[in-house]
């Protein structure tokens, strides 16, 4: 983990201070007390001036500050941008801007046919001639706050334009450095350049910088900043050999003439600012801004709570999730400016999920509100009205997700219904489908059966959920039974209007599947799925192969009540299954029905016993008496010579 950082030691800060205004008057002083504190400068390497002296005052005066500048190895006196100026700038005072320029940086921006990316303004305020002729170089030191007020950033350069945006006429070459980088240029003998759109480079360090060419600060500690009152200047307390080879900034900082910025970490004398840029650059304690990282984080959080609406249907753990998201974000930003000086914007992430998840959790408190009168409503097409006022007393059974639950599953559909469709008109054929789903429909609620869809003309139900049923293979039998008996009365109907017949297949199974609502809370489906389900779709299309309008698995068989009739079919390998499944056909209960059942099983133990003989004879018997469908299948197999075992089936 990184020490806490400090400023370098190469820079100090000169106060004009409270004790210092306290021995020499308020401020602004006789220029000759600031000129004979700058003799104990001379061994430092920069004096920067934060400070301007823009007006005139006695002759002598002004010339001794000029002199002592003069004889600072390097001295660097500042100046303002302004929007308005009523100073007149005289053709000596431009020439030191000319001489300060930065020719090297222009020329890159040139030729990479780039505008200069910096502040501008129309106009300067700039030190008299006397003192700037004592100046080794000119910085400004104008700056810009943040939105909030705060100042985070630190510029490298301006231009000067007219306030249309358009380049003065005689500046439209010169791009301007701040006194900070200024003060790098003569510490470091090296000069800023360009290294792309967002980038320079100086004193052997890049620079990273904002769409107005501000480098972000990293300030330090307060207390960590080297600084010492101007009055122990003039008092001697320090050697001259104190300030060798340090940059020193003098400004002021006693209180109605100092100059006072609010910060990230609170109010500071502003030359620290110039302190700051300084040491970043010496230390390498630049800032770089994440700008993909933030705008990665903006989208997510906007996202989020369109995702969690999907995937959590509780909304107090929704908001806990936004919470503790923003919260990791915050320590994990806060953990890359510790650790490696990377900063990422976390207020604008912080609006993004609040406006987002406050916009998506009203839109879904009010879908919810709908969901829960309309409840009632929707569930009635699908449900008896006794089974529906349980659901609505225990409505837990419809939250988002499933259960496993033993249910027996019935699949129904008409035969040959191609051939139907193709000889009526679409609306007749939708009128006819009307009219069959009706009586099926209800007998599955009329026994406790939940409807689960209609799949053109299959319809698919199953019995056991959303509310428990009480023998419910035998409900679901029972159903079945009822809907071969409601088909009987509608194709007698359907006979003196000239209609054709409709045939269906029936086939049930009782397993162990996953129930319950699928999809989102808004907008779910409460079906079944699992291979129980797949496979009672399975037995349905079987139905056919024997001539059978209801079969049933060996897994409902046994859970059947005394009183169904049922006949072994036989065992078979459903495609998509590795393991065979004893097939039986569900009977009316009937004197003629309980024959057809004694004699075929007599004619199956012929089969199974391999006396395909006896068992052809038995099976072309009961053809004959009881024109029998599933005799046609066996007397196929025994006439092919094909041995009692397992069917495979190779269709669905």
Known sequence: MRQDKTPSGDVLFVAVDEPSVNIYGRWPWNREIIAQGLDQLSKADVVLMDMIFSEPTLEEQDEALGEALDGLNNSVCGFFLRKKSTQNISEEQEDVLVDSALDRLLVQIRANNNKPNFVSAPYTEMNIETILDGCSMSGAFSTIRDEDQLLRGYPTAYFIAEENGDLDEHDSELIYPSLGVQALRLRTNSDILRVDDTHLSLANRVLELNEKGFVRLNYYKKELYQSISFSDLISKRYSKDFFENKIVILGITDIGAGDIRATPLGEIPGPLLHYTFIS???????????????????????????????????????????????????????????????????????????????????????LQEQKSRFVKGAFSNYLSGDLLDQLIENPEGLNLGGENKELTVLFSDIRSFTSISESMSPEALITLLNRYFTPMTNSVLNHGGMLDKYIGDALMAFFNAPVDVKNHPSAACDSALEMIEELDKLNEVLKKEGIAAIEIGIGINTAEVVVGNMGSDTRFNYTVI??????????????????????????????????????????????????????????????????????????????????????????????????????????DLLENDTPWGIHKMTTK
């Open 280 to 366: 970043n650059v010496l230390e390498n304690h630049l800032i770089n801004d994440s700008y993909k990282i933030t705008a990665f984080a903006l989208s997510f959080l906007i996202l989020l709570p369109l995702l969690l609406i999907f995937i959590v249907n509780r909304t107090g753990l929704r908001v806990v999730i936004y919470i503790s998201t923003y919260v990791a974000l915050f320590f994990f930003a806060r953990w890359m400016f510790v650790e490696n000086y990377i900063y990422i914007d976390v207020f604008y992430p912080l609006i993004a999920i609040f406006l987002s998840g406050a916009i998506l959790e009203i839109i879904e408190f009010t």
């Open 530 to 635: 699992g291979d129980g389900v797949n496979l009672a779709s399975r037995v349905e299309g079987l139905t056919k192969n024997y001539g059978v309008k209801i079969l049933i698995t060996e897994f409902t068989l046994p859970l059947l009540e005394d009183r169904f009739l049922t006949r072994e079919i036989e065992s078979v390998m459903v495609k998509g299954k590795n393991e065979a499944v004893s097939l039986f056909e569900l009977m009316k209960v009937s004197i003629k029905n309980q024959v057809i059942k004694e004699e075929h099983d007599v004619a199956l133990e012929f089969y199974k016993a391999g006396d395909h003989a006896s068992a052809l004879e038995a099976f072309k018997k009961l053809l004959t008496e009881s024109n029998d469908r599933v005799a046609t299948y066996y007397i």
